[in-house]
Each structure stands twice: as structure tokens, then as C-alpha cells.
């Protein structure tokens, strides 16, 4: 779709799963499973969506899913699931990985940045040869030295073969012409939010401070979060201010809907639907 002079289209990766419990926290089953039903093993959908641009001087990829370098067992845990890959999509729309400019990765969860790295013969390469990778450098160093709480959500073999082509950033920044990334912690502490913005446009991968529509709710927050307070402040500072913008919302989990517009009404955020054509 059109955002003032860029081009913007959500991909998609596939989907996966996780528990209930993990992506709605405190929110009571009761209240949760109307919105996300659960399967048998408690686990809820997840989609593993990401944002191409095209700025006319640049393609800039926004994450890169779950990728290929997991075992059966992951798979099965994970609930992987897919027809296509993220790498097919980019296909779909005339791009090989050699043509892509920028890969921003708001943070190395393995649902985010498995794609930052592909396998070439016994050894791991970066699959986008011609691209930098952009990463706050607290995110980047936490990644690689996690806690026992969250060491499983990080896999050092989806981001660090990259690590020769990676900008490291320490706060905010522009990183082209209409891009830049904003800090937003919450889930953890680098984590950051993309705006896009061209000709009074603006669009906002907020990552997983929103992981789903779901979400939108101020306490809803995943068990997932490091820092859920933070989590509760950035959303009631971010969420009226996109409402009020009218500015295209991405979320990286909706399995239905990639992305949306907000309305605030009485303190209650809701989403309205996009046609990715328009």
C-alpha cells in the first residue's frame, strides 16, 4: 500500500504458537480464550508478521521472523507453521535478499530475527549479503549474556553471524530519510518501535510493547515483559498519540490482521481495519 511517497507492504513469515498464559499474563483465561482460543495445549496463534519499504532511495526490511535453523522439536513446541517463508514473500514482490538495504530488528527474540542469518553449507552467513542490520547495542549485548528468565527467547545462531554488517545504536535515531526508531522498553529494556512517515503519513511497528489487537487494552500484557510497568506506561503514552495521529499500526503477532488504524473513545483504544491494497 501508499504511504505518502513510500511503498509499504506487511509479510509474513508464517505463523506460530505460544501459551496462553506467556502472551496475556495476568488477563484471566476467561476473558483471553474469547479472543485468542487455545488448543489443546493451552497455546494460542501468533503470526510472524514483518513490514518491506520502500522509500524510493532505499528498502528497508522491519524483522525477519522465525527462519529455518530449528529442529523438529522446536518446531513441534513452537507449533511452526507455514506454506511459504518470509524470503518467499520478499520473492512475491520482485526482491531477492541481495536487494534488500536495511534490516531493523527491534529486538533478537527468536521470532524476530531468525531470517537475519541463513546456512551455507557448515557455516551460518548473513542472508541479506548487501544489507546493515540495525540494533540497539543493549539489546545486542543482552542477547547474547540473558537471564535464566528469558535466556530461552534468545538463540545466538539466528543473529550473530550478521554481527560484521550490524549498526549498533545507544538511543533513538533516524535511520533513513522517514525511518527512525524510537526505545520503547517494557518487554525488555533496548527494545525499539519503527516510524515511518512520508508527506504528513506515518506508520509504526510497535513491536511487541503491542504484540496482537488483543493487546490494545492498557493491562493486557504479556507474562513475557521484563518490565510491565513500563510496558503500561509507554503504551498510554503511544497508543493515544498513533489514535490521534491516525497512523497505521503494526502489530508483529496478529495472525489475522498485520496491521490497523486506532480510535480512542471514553479511554478505550480499539483498531479499525486496513485493506493492505489501498
Known amino acids: 500500500m501508499k504511504l505518502g511517497d513510500f511503498d509499504i507492504w506487511a509479510l509474513s513469515d508464517g505463523a506460530f504458537a505460544l501459551d496462553g498464559g506467556q502472551v496475556f499474563g495476568v488477563v484471566p483465561k476467561v476473558l483471553w480464550e474469547k479472543k485468542a482460543p487455545a488448543d489443546s495445549r493451552n497455546r494460542v496463534p501468533m503470526g510472524l508478521n514483518c513490514l518491506l519499504v520502500r522509500t524510493g532511495g532505499h528498502k528497508v526490511l522491519i524483522e525477519t521472523g522465525i527462519g529455518d535453523k530449528f529442529d523438529r522439536k522446536f518446531a513441534d ?143 493486557w500484557i504479556m507474562s513475557l515483559d521484563l518490565y510491565p510497568m513500563e510496558t503500561l506506561a509507554n503504551k498510554k503514552r503511544l497508543l493515544p498519540l498513533l489514535a490521534a495521529r491516525q497512523a497505521l499500526v503494526a502489530f508483529p503477532h496478529d495472525a489475522e490482521a498485520p496491521w490497523a488504524r486506532l480510535t480512542e473513545s471514553g479511554g478505550k483504544i480499539t483498531a479499525v481495519p486496513v485493506d493492505g491494497s489501498s
Not at 535478499?97 to 537475519?116: A, K
Not at 542490520?133 to 534468545?154: I, K, M
Request: net charge negative; hydrophobic share 40%; with cysteine.
Open 77 to 219: 513446541i513452537y507449533d511452526v507453521r507455514r506454506g511459504a517463508t518470509l524470503l518467499d514473500d520478499l520473492k512475491s514482490h520482485g526482491l531477492a535478499p541481495e536487494d534488500v538495504d536495511i534490516v531493523v530488528n527491534t529486538h533478537l527474540h527468536f521470532d524476530h530475527c531468525g531470517w537475519n542469518v541463513r546456512g551455507d553449507g557448515s557455516k551460518l552467513v548473513p542472508t541479506f549479503p548487501r544489507a546493515r542490520y540495525v540494533v540497539q547495542r543493549g539489546e545486542w549485548e543482552h542477547a547474547l549474556r540473558p537471564t535464566e528468565r528469558d535466556r530461552a527467547s534468545y538463540i545466538a545462531d539466528f543473529f550473530l553471524a550478521a554481527e560484521a554488517q550490524t549498526d549498533f545504536l545507544d538511543s533513538d535515531r533516524e535511520i533513513v530519510p522517514g525511518i527512525r526508531v524510537e526505545v520503547a522498553p517494557g518487554h525488555n529494556r533496548n527494545m525499539q518501535c519503527v516510524w515511518i512517515e512520508s508527506e504528513g503519513q506515518q506508520a509504526c511497528f510497535i513491536s511487541d510493547l503491542v504484540p496482537t489487537r488483543a493487546h490494545l487494552a492498557y493491562p
